[in-house]
Structures are given as C-alpha cells and as structure tokens.
C-alpha cells in the first residue's frame, strides 16, 4: 500500500491515538461518572477539531519540506475533505446513540464511560476496516467502482427513508447478547459485568457499549467507501477517519440536545453520499479536484443546517 507515510508517522500516529485514549480514561477516572454538560462538550469539541487543523498544519509543513508545496497542498485538502466527510456523517451516529441511550434508559452519568468505551472498540475496529479496503483497492482498483454504486444506492435509500428511525429490536448483536450472555437487569454503576454466583452477569452498560462500537462499525460502511473516492492514500484514510471518529463523544454531548432542530441534516448526508457516489463513477471521465469536491461537501451539510433551523419540525414530528 504506497502512500506519502513512512513507518515513523504511522508510529507517532498511533502513538497519538493511545495517548489521546489514555488522556480520556484518566480524565474520566478522575471526574468519576458526572453529567456532561454544554460547556464541558464544547471545550472538549473545539480541542478534538483543534488538533485536527493542527495535524493538517504539521502535515502541510512536513510535506512542502520534503516533498515540494504542490502535494502538501493536495494532501493537506484530501485530509481535509476527507475530515469534513467522516465528521458530517458521523453525525448520524448521533442519532443513533441518543436512540440507544433512551432505549436502555442509560442514567446520565454512565452515558459519558459506555461512549469513551464504545469509540476505543470502534477505533480499532476502524483501523482494521480501513487497512483492509486500502489493501483491496490497492490490488483491485475497480473495487472503487463497486464502492461507487454501493454510496449511490445508499444514498438514494437514505432520502426514502430518512423518516425512518431503526428498529433497536431486529439489531442481530443485541439478539444475539440476549440469547448468549446472562444480562442483569439493572444498572450496576460503571461496571460493565459482575459475578453473582459463581456467574458473570453483564450489565446493560456492557450491552450499550458493544452496540456503540458495532454501530459505529455499520455506518463505517458507508464512510470508509466515501473518503476512498477522495484518496487511496492509507494514511490519509486512517487519519481523517480516526480524528473524527476521537471527537465522537464529544460531539454526541454537544449535539444530542439539539437533534431534533436538525432534522433535516439526514437529508444533507443522503445528498453527500449520492455526490461522492457519483463522483466515484464518473472518475474516468470527469476528475473533480479535491477543492472542488471539499466545497460541494461543505455547502450540501451547510444548507441542511440552515434550512432546518429555518424550517422547524412539524408540530408532532419526532425530535430524536
């Protein structure tokens, strides 16, 4: 798998990753199980999306001293774009989680540990995922074809059916916890499972955690395939998706309050994936330059916000 990234920047990389996780534990330990409230979240968020420009500042500096401005440019908006596409749809993950939350009646204060927990399984998960499909289009350039018609369609799905809210009971891996494992029925503080009897119980914060990270999983599907259509470079791919997947939790507490006033962003990341579907197919044909594609992505998430703050939801219309 070539790429602009040698074995030093892949380890500094992953050492930050592990170090921005061990960061968050300790923090959470320290604090202890508390509600996360607006101005925590909002710190939290502007230090996650801070250290993304940062990273995409040392990443230009590095690759205009080695490699020339040309390519550091080009790199430096591939990440980008490639930032700004993993952030908006995983914004849907949102949705998603406030879901799970209200579902299992999750208390405030252990809403913050099932996310941090949730998104370190869903970082590695990432990972693998992401080094996979680099080492499949590496080999099998069509594949991005095929990832091509596999965003459109979804696309497509996701604005019929937009309205629709998943059915929390039809997951397979919450079927399957429920046959498998013995789950109590309560809530044990921060423990995730227990022996009681000679037996390990798991609590529902175990089972909310899993869901977190399988979830988080399943709309990596249609994003892992998305940034592809901006760069093959593996590099770029790992970054931008982990440095949006890391402010995950951050921006759950930030947004899931405000939700239901964007309804119609759903909309928005249906039209970001049916565009960069497109994109996908029509390579051969008509190259869309990264600036191009960057801004596209922009204005469609920017009209969605706007239009459904000045268009708020139907009296009756569910907000969550």
């Known amino acids: 798998m070539d790429g602009i990234a040698n074995v030093w920047m892949w380890a500094g990389f992953a050492a930050f990753v592990v170090i921005a996780i061990a960061i968050d534990l300790v923090s959470l330990d320290r604090r202890g199980a508390h509600v996360v409230g607006v101005r925590e979240a909002l710190s ?8 993304a420009l940062a990273f995409a500042g040392l990443l230009w500096l590095w690759l205009d001293y080695s490699s020339g401005r040309e390519l550091a440019t080009l790199k430096t908006t591939e990440f980008l774009t490639g930032y700004l596409i993993e952030k908006s ?21 252990q809403q913050k540990r099932a ?19 680099a080492w499949l289009v590496a080999r099998f350039h069509w594949l991005l074809y095929l990832f091509g018609a596999f965003l459109l369609l979804t696309g497509g799905k996701m604005l019929f059916a937009a309205e629709h809210e998943p059915d929390l009971e039809k ?18 503080g921060d423990r995730l499972w227990l022996r009681e009897g000679g037996l390990r119980q798991y609590t529902p914060l175990f089972v909310v955690v899993m869901l977190i990270a399988v979830t988080d999983v399943i709309f990596a599907v249609d994003s892992i395939p998305a940034i592809f259509a901006i760069t093959t470079d593996p ?27 964007f309804h119609l962003l759903k909309y928005g990341l249906a039209f970001v994936l049916v565009f960069i579907g497109s994109k996908m197919l029509i390579v051969e044909w008509v190259k869309i330059p990264v600036f191009a594609a960057l801004a596209v992505v922009a204005i469609i998430i920017a009209i969605a916000v706007v239009a459904s703050l000045l268009r708020p939801p139907a009296e009756g219309q569910s907000k969550e």
């Open 115 to 133: 996310l941090i927990l949730g998104v370190i399984g869903a970082v590695l998960l990432r990972a693998v995922m992401i080094l996979i499909g």
């Open 171 to 188: 997951n397979p891996v919450l079927r399957w916890m429920r046959r498998h494992l013995a789950i109590t029925p309560a809530f044990h």
């Open 44 to 51: 939290w968020s502007a230090l996650w999306v801070g250290l």
């Open 89 to 109: 749809l995983s914004v849907d993950n949102i949705f998603v989680f406030l879901m799970l939350f209200t579902a299992f009646a999750v208390p405030p204060p």
């Open 235 to 261: 590099f770029i791919v790992m970054t931008s998706n982990l440095f949006a997947v890391l402010g995950l939790r951050a921006l759950y507490f930030l947004l899931a309050d405000l939700a239901g006033r």
